[in-house]
């Protein structure tokens, strides 16, 4: 797909506000168009900063008259020293000294740029929470900017976008065109932003909300209570990576957060590893983490739970990335692949056959169990699965140990039909828990492979033979596992259907 992105910088604007004789200087340089900031340091050479190269001025230093020139001609300071001109996007950012005053401005040119969303479109429309990650400067506000605008025009959507530093929506009471229809609500102080986050659900019923710069603990979990509302949630926060997030502790909710857990000397050894480790701590508030590496480079983790899960464990993350050519297209690529490492890795110790029907609900036969204990994990965790109280129909046995010693008949009978079991030691939550997150993480696995193996041996047919071969039904994500393995082979992919019935079809 090839999209022509169009940019809109009101640059004449910008260049109103700076003294003549800097203007002046500024219009003699060559490539203006790129131009990302014009700083202006009392005592220092004015300085005007490209991608590629800076260029001073003219010789004389800034004086105190110039810097107060630009403040005039701005719009007022808030309490993140920042500033703007009226309906435009243009960012002015001051310097103060010890008493107050402005002893230095960054003036930085706002785009917006029509065209860029493109690239993650497809992920925009599945009305999933999207958290957008990149360093400063780099494009995730104009990629913000965007959604807002094509979720509120084109799909119709009620977007309220949290506006911190008017960077979003611009300077002045009436937002910018860049964000079309969608509705803007300022906010007063940064250490208010939260609270406004939460006004916005609470007063306008949005569909949709767009938040720029998550940056602390309170907007956080303002950011899960959003979520639990069944509120979109679009939004950008600090840091560069899905593992900085992870080590932010103050912004690791936004991912699930993270505790310690201490296991059991047996499941330790099961598990082979120590007897404290760290896992998630409750489900994601954003289901996709978009990393922005180059403004056309993304790096996109279409599943932040088991993303995060797997980097707990000790797996190096492995994304999927896309990236726009020059000529315009999106492109999909990927730094290995995925398919491959999925199907080399081992599976869980004596797991091999215990699974007899895909998870897509996990069905757990309780013996001794708390039902109370193991419903609440299923919610906290996020699982889709359910009680079952005959055996022949569960795909997993969890019981208590004392049970297992009083009575071992109902496990003797699990084992002959192949239905894996699972002991605690008590009936505490967090053993509860450790266990619903153990066999979820077995039946995820179990599921790939069994994914994986069936489209192999569907290539086989169709490269022995010819004609298509239609798989089983998959989410998502092993559907892209699916189609991954059919390209290294050669042959065309494509999903057909309808969710929950949405499978691959592979043909020469």
């Not at 900031?37 to 220092?44: A, N």
């Not at 994990?377 to 297992?404: S, Y």
């Not at 053993?431 to 193996?453: F, G, M, N, T």
């Not at 290539?459 to 092993?478: D, F, K």
Request: charge should be neutral; glycine fraction near 8%.
């Amino acid at each position: 797909m090839k999209v022509e992105s169009q940019v809109i910088d009101d640059l004449q604007l910008m260049l109103e506000v700076l003294p003549d004789a800097i203007k002046r200087r500024l219009e003699s340089q060559a490539g203006l168009e790129q131009l990302l900031e014009v700083v202006l340091d009392l005592g220092r050479r004015a300085e005007a900063r490209f991608p590629n190269h800076s260029a001073h001025l003219g010789e004389e230093p800034v004086s105190q008259q110039e810097i107060q020139h630009v403040v005039d001609r701005v719009g007022e300071f808030g309490g993140d020293n920042r500033a703007g001109i009226q309906r435009t996007l243009h960012r002015i950012s001051a310097i103060r000294n010890r008493v107050g005053r402005v002893v230095g401005l960054t003036c930085r040119v706002g785009r917006s740029v029509y065209g860029t969303v493109d690239i993650i479109r497809d992920i925009v429309e599945t009305g999933k929470n999207i958290l957008l990650l990149g360093r400063p400067g780099i494009g995730k506000t104009t990629k913000l900017r965007e959604v807002a605008r094509v979720l509120a025009d084109e799909f119709g959507k009620r977007v309220i976008v949290v506006d911190t530093s008017n960077e979003i929506a611009g300077d002045g009471d009436i937002p910018h065109p860049g964000i079309g229809a969608a509705r803007r609500m300022q906010v007063p102080r940064p250490d208010l932003q939260h609270a406004v986050m939460i006004e916005a659900v609470e007063n306008h019923m949005p569909e949709v909300i767009v938040i720029d710069e998550i940056s602390a603990e309170a907007e956080a979990l303002a950011a899960r209570t959003i979520a639990e509302r069944g509120v979109q949630l679009v939004a950008t926060a600090h840091g560069n990576t899905l593992e900085n997030l992870l080590m932010n502790p103050s912004l690791c909710d936004l991912i699930g957060g993270v505790h310690a857990v201490t296991l059991s000397d047996e499941e330790a050894r099961r598990r082979e590893t120590q007897k404290t480790v760290l896992e998630r701590k409750a489900p994601p508030t954003f289901d996709i983490v978009v990393e922005i590496m180059e403004i056309d480079r993304l790096a996109i983790h279409h599943d932040v739970a088991s993303t995060v899960d797997w980097m707990l464990a000790g797996q190096a993350p492995n994304p999927e990335i896309r990236l726009r050519s020059e000529d315009g297209s999106v492109e999909v690529v990927a730094p290995q692949e995925m398919s491959k490492q999925v199907a080399d890795r081992p599976l869980p110790a004596g797991a091999q056959g215990r699974w007899k029907r895909r998870p897509g609900v996990m069905r757990i036969f309780p013996y001794g169990v708390s039902r109370g204990k193991l419903e609440r994990a299923f919610r906290d965790i996020a699982v889709a699965a359910q009680i079952v109280n005959i055996l022949e129909d569960a795909d997993a046995v969890l019981a208590l140990r004392a049970h297992e010693r009083r009575d071992s008949s109902k496990l003797s009978e699990a084992a002959d039909r192949g239905i894996p079991v699972t002991v605690i030691r008590s009936n505490t939550y967090a053993q509860v828990a450790a266990a619903v997150r153990e066999l979820r993480r077995d039946a995820v696995e179990l599921a790939e492979h069994a994914a994986l193996e069936e489209a192999r041996q569907a290539i086989e047919r169709v490269v022995a033979g010819g004609g298509t071969e239609e798989l089983s039904p998959h989410n998502a994500y092993i559907r892209r596992l699916q189609h991954r393995l059919a390209n290294q082979h050669g042959l065309r992919s494509e999903s057909v259907g309808v969710e929950p019935w949405r499978r691959a079809r592979i043909s020469r």
